[in-house]
Each structure stands twice: as C-alpha cells, then as structure tokens.
C-alpha cells in the first residue's frame, strides 16, 4: 500500500489544534509564553481563525490583518505551522445589523435574532458575498506564506433554515431532480394519501414544524436538500480560495454521527477528512470498552471517506469539554490512549479545542491545554507534553494507512428513512447502535472494517456487512448481486430492502428489488417485540448456547437457502430465523432478527474464516494495523485496568525501541506501536 503523507513539511504526525490569539492581544506577555510552552507540548502546528472575523472586519470593507500575519510569522519562526479557517462559523454584528437575511429562519418560519454561531443562511445571497469577500482577502493575504498548511472551511457545519431563499431554492431543486415533471414527484411521494398532491413545484413547502410532515418523501428530501445546499455553500468558499492559489488542501470539521448532514456526500469536495472527536469518557451508563469503539467506530467512518489516505483528528479535549451532561474530567493515562487510538484507526494528526483557555463567554471552562493557571506543571499540560514525545518516536507512521478486506455500510438516506417510518417501535429502532455494535464486534476479532456508502466501490472487500439496509438507493440491488454473484460475501440482516430511494415501498417481497433471489429467504411479516416478549434461536449446528432474540424478528420464507437457526417459541417457532444462499460464486447471509452483537461472533468468524480474512481476537486490548510500502505498523491499546499479556507479537516497539520476540506485556493504560518489514 502506497504511502500517502499530508504534510511533508512537518516530517511526522501532526501535533497542535486550535490557538485564539485574538483573544490576547492586549496580553503581548501571553502570547510569547504560549509559544514557549508550545515548543515545550511538541506542538508543530496551530489552527487560527475559525471565528475571528470581527477581528479581520470590525467594520464593514474595513480590514486589519496585521494582527495574523504577526502571529504566523512568530509561529513559523519558531517551527510551528498554521492552519488557517475561513471565518464564516459565526458573524459579527454589524453584518446582522445591516443584512438580517443573513441569519436563520426556524422550522416555524421565525427568523433568529444575531448570535451564538452557525446561525446563517446557506442560500443568503448577501451572505454569500460578504464570505466570499472575507475568504478572499485571506487567500490574498496569506496563501503564499510559508507557514500555510491547510485551509480549514467555516467550522462545525450544521443545522437547517426554512427562510423564504431556502424554500426557493428547495423548490428549484426538486423540479431539477424529477425533470421538471410535478407527477413524477407526486408518484415518487405517493401524494394522492390523504390528498396530499401538488399541482405544482411552487406549493410545495418544506416540512414545518407546523405544516406538512406526513409526506415520507418531502421529508427526506428536505434532509438530503440541508446537505446539498450546505455542501454548495461550502463549494462556495473552496472555490474563492483555491482561485488565489489551487495547491492548498481544504478539509473542515465534521462531527461524529452527526444526523443533520449527509457526509458521505460532503466528503466528496474535501482534500482531507478531519473530525472533532469528544468521547463520553467515564460515563456511568456504559462500560469503557464500549466508550472507546464508539470512538473507534467513528475514526473508521472518517477513515473511509478517503480511502487510501490518512485523515485528521481536528479537535479533541485534553482534559474535559464543557456542553455534555456531565462534564467530567480525563482520568490519568486516557488522553495517550485516545490520542493512539487515533492514529492506529488511521489519523496522522492528534489536535485539541483549544490552546488555551478564554476568560469569559460560554467556553470559558472547556478544556484546553493550558488552564487558567497559565503553568506548564499542570496534570493535563504534562500529559499532553507526554504525548508530543511519543508521537516524535513514531514519526514514520506518517503517512501510513489502514488496508481492510472487510467493510459495513453505513448510509444517512437509511438513517433517517428508518427513523422517519412509522413502524416497529420508536423507542428501539436503534440505526445507529446496531451499525455499531456489528462493527464493534469484528474489531473484537481484530478485524477493523471500513465504513461505507451504498455508492462506495465494493470490488476490494472479501466481505460486507449491510445491517438494516431499509433504504435501497438506485442501482444498490444490482451491484450486491454483481458483488455476491463474483464471489463476495454479504452479511445481512432484518429490514432489508424493504424501500426504494424515495421511500416507496418494494413490491415483490421484502428485501425487494430482487434481492430476495440473491438471499432466498421472502420477509412476511416483522414482529415487534416488547422488552417483556421472549424468544431465542435454536442452531442447526448444534450449539446448546442459548441465543436471546430481543426487539425485532421477521417471519421467513424460505425458497432456496439453507437454515442456520431457527425460532425457539411463539407461533412462528421452529421458522428460519438465520440463513445463507450461494449465488454464484459467494454467499449471501441472512439474520432475520436482532440479538446482542456478541452472540453473532461464532457465525462471524465463521464468515471471515471462509473470505480467508484473518482474525485476531485479543480479550481486552484493541487492535489495529497501519500499512506502508514495506512496512506495517501494530497499534495495541490496554483501556483495561489490569495487565495484559499477549503472544505471537514480533518486531521493534517504538515507544519503547525494544525488539519483541512474540511476547508483549501491557500495563494497565498501556499503548504499544510495533514496526514490521512486510514479509518477517
């Protein structure tokens, strides 16, 4: 696997995050010891500007860069490198004084007032050209500094406006998308229930909180809308700066699952994925393990966007976040450990929110790297010190990536289609966690998977999870059957296929569009279980281990496929409830109801076994690997709280620069990074 670095400047991982420097300009005293206890972090890279607009225009066409430029001139200086944000996150006050129609209008049709941030208007003319304007005058200024890694886009992109150039635009793009043809929306929406048909594009209105909301179809396309008109805007501000000067890679921050946005469609005009990544660590509702693979889950789904490249952890706390429920602090030795974590999924960056902390307003307690103490003796400033250490020993993982013969599709239309239905039962539907759980399970078997679209290339996988695959997209069912039919192996599960793209249900039997044939299984009917309801699954291979059916099981009819498990009680006992279909060269596996992840591991070992994926289940320590020319790299993380010893383990650990000879002893919190010649 070829070797792709980001940043060659910097001869290894990134290492830095958001500085706000504008916030101190009358401390001259502060912003020379921050570059001093930066040198003395490892940092080798800062990201300026994210909402520092009324700092750049504090009047309207009145401009004051001298300010950054002295700021990254000083950071260069002393070898650290500058992302720099366009500041369209947040506006300053005059803009709203003088062009309301920049800021928001509710699902009420209310316009908002001036403030907090991401309150604009993504279809705002007006607004629109005072960004580009601001955008511009950056690139002009800056883009040839020497110091300049990246441009960093807005911020945190998110939320919707229904403003009367919103509602126009929603209505442009709707008769664009169904050819200008109001009965081929009508039939796409099934509008003749309840009446509900449109003469027109011009009657059609997005789904207020107080109008129409029953129509399925509207509703996913107002959110599939959201994302393409934010995804013009941004296309907006990329195109202002790579006309100053093209070579300059652009990402922005994503966020986690965020449900508003598609960003498998969003990634599509980035150089570079990054993400902000804000565990819940040391919450009282879960256990760490499971903390740390959402976390890791979330990596793979970022990692994804860009196959073959490495992405970017943008922002992470060092010590603690301010807007969760309960804001508790980093316990001793999780900072390394999520910092490594990112890296081994695939990151070739570790950067915080923020530098240091602000005096006032409503992130005056979020975390940072320096506190308010203004010392570099603090518990988190040491760890973060600790951590820039460590990342100079693994340097050479730069560049690296993760390789996986094995992927599970995630997508946003089935998101939302599943939570839009109105069925099963609201309160377990559970898209997200299911998804997770699945993924979670193979990184238990050391099997670190991709995280794709139904739109993805599927060709290089020997294997593909597809968990509650609802929503079939145009041309899905086809290229599963390819894909099957060549020899690949699917893996899926209740609820599949049961709609098309505009939520119109298949007809034919479930999952529809043929796929049945690929399965063959026939879906009847799907029970819905109460938390009460008991049912378990009894294999045909003899397992005696009682398997637990909760929330969700579908009646099957079986047509040509071979039963792996069938129900152990309620009317539809001794039906299939697992099976598995060989069509053509591959197989095509059917889990007709929900258990916990863990009692599917059998079945899945069984699978990777057959694809010839190797597994590595290692109780307790999370394990992945980066790839390189003629190198791999073994990241081995301890969130455990006790010792851990593993075997078959061979080569040069970096932290430490210790051969191992097939043993490695991990300490509780330890993380290990072993390099290997490819072929030892």
């Known amino acids: 696997m070829k070797r792709n670095t980001l940043f060659p400047k910097l001869n290894g991982i990134m290492h830095g995050g958001d500085y706000n420097p504008e916030q101190w300009l009358d401390r001259p005293d502060i912003l020379e010891k921050d570059i001093e206890m930066m040198k003395k972090a490892g940092i080798n890279e800062a990201t300026l500007g994210v909402f520092a607009w009324s700092m750049y225009e504090p009047e309207e066409g009145k401009f004051d860069f001298s300010w950054l430029r002295k700021i990254m001139d000083r950071l260069y200086e002393n070898g650290i490198y500058t992302i720099l944000a366009t500041p369209s996150g947040a506006r300053p006050a005059w803009l709203d004084e003088k062009y309301s129609e920049a800021m928001r209008v509710d699902a009420y049709g209310v316009r908002n007032h001036h403030g907090v941030r991401h309150n604009h208007c993504m279809s705002s003319t007006k607004y629109r050209e005072k960004v580009e304007i601001i955008d511009r005058k950056l690139a002009e200024e800056f883009a040839n500094h020497p110091g300049l890694l990246m441009w960093h886009i807005s911020n945190e992109f998110g939320g919707e406006c229904y403003c009367d150039q919103c509602v126009c635009r929603f209505r442009k793009y709707l008769a664009n998308k169904f050819e200008h043809d109001i009965e081929k929306l009508n039939k796409a929406w099934w509008t003749t229930f309840w009446s509900h048909r449109f003469n027109s594009f011009d009657q059609i209105e997005p789904p207020y909180e107080n109008g129409e909301n029953s129509v399925m179809g509207l509703n996913l396309e107002w959110k599939r809308f959201t994302t393409w008109n934010m995804t013009d805007f941004m296309k907006h501000e990329i195109h202002t700066l790579k006309a100053v000067r093209p070579d300059i890679p652009v990402t922005t921050n ?59 952890l943008m922002e992470s706390a060092p010590g603690l976040v301010n807007w969760q429920p309960f804001n508790k602090v980093r316990r001793p030795g999780n900072h390394k450990l999520a910092c490594f974590q990112a890296l081994a999924c695939g990151s070739d960056t570790v950067q915080y929110f923020q530098w240091r902390k602000g005096r006032g307003s409503s992130e005056q307690y979020h975390g940072a790297v320096v506190d308010h103490l203004g010392t570099d003796d603090t518990r988190i400033f040491r760890e973060v010190a600790e951590v820039g250490e460590l990342l100079k020993k693994v340097s050479d993982v730069a560049g690296s990536v993760v390789d996986t013969p094995v992927a599970l599709v995630y997508d946003w239309d089935t998101r939302w289609a599943i939570d839009d239905m109105r069925g099963m039962a609201q309160s377990t539907k559970n898209y ?142 001794g039906g299939a409830a697992v099976t598995c279909k060989q069509y053509g060269k591959g197989y095509a596996y059917y889990f007709a109801c929900r258990v916990e992840a863990s009692d599917m591991r059998a079945l899945f070992t069984q699978i990777l076994s057959e694809a010839g994926v190797k597994t590595k289940e290692l109780a307790g320590v999370e394990y992945h690997v980066r790839v390189a020319e003629d190198k791999t790299y073994e990241f081995y993380l301890n969130y455990t709280t006790e010792e851990q010893y593993l075997t078959n383990v061979n080569g040069t650990e970096l932290l430490s620069g210790q051969g191992l000879d097939g043993e490695l002893v991990m300490a509780p919190g330890a993380v290990a990074v072993v390099e290997k010649q490819i072929g030892e």
């Not at 990634?267 to 040391?282: A, G, M, Q, R, T």
């Not at 256990?287 to 970017?312: D, I, V």
């Not at 998804?435 to 739109?455: F, H, N, P």
């Not at 999952?511 to 049945?516: C, S």
């Open 254 to 312: 994503f966020m986690t699952l965020y449900y508003g946005l598609d960003y498998h469609e969003m990634c599509k005009e980035l150089d570079v994925i990054s993400w902000d990544s804000y565990p819940v660590f040391h919450n009282d509702y879960e256990a760490p393990e499971y903390t740390y693979l959402y976390n890791a889950f979330n990596h793979a789904l970022m990692r994804s966007m860009k196959p073959g490249q490495p992405f970017m």
């Open 432 to 573: 997200d966690k299911t998804c997770v759980d699945i993924w979670s399970e193979l990184l238990k078997l050391g099997v670190d998977a991709d995280i794709i679209s139904q739109q993805h290339d599927w060709s290089k996988y020997k294997v593909i999870f597809a968990p509650m695959m609802y929503l079939l997209q145009d041309g899905t069912a086809e290229k599963l059957k390819e894909y099957v039919a060549n020899g690949g192996i699917v893996f899926a599960t209740y609820l599949t296929g049961y709609v098309d793209k505009d939520q119109l249900c298949n007809l034919g039997g479930f999952p529809g569009q043929g796929l049945n044939e690929v399965f063959g299984i026939i879906s009847e009917e799907l029970d819905t279980l109460y938390p009460t309801d008991q049912n378990g699954l009894i294999w045909k291979n003899g397992a005696r281990i009682r398997t637990e059916v909760k929330d969700y099981a579908e009646i099957l009819r079986v047509k040509d496929a071979t039963v792996l498990a069938t129900y152990e009680s309620d009317f539809y006992a």
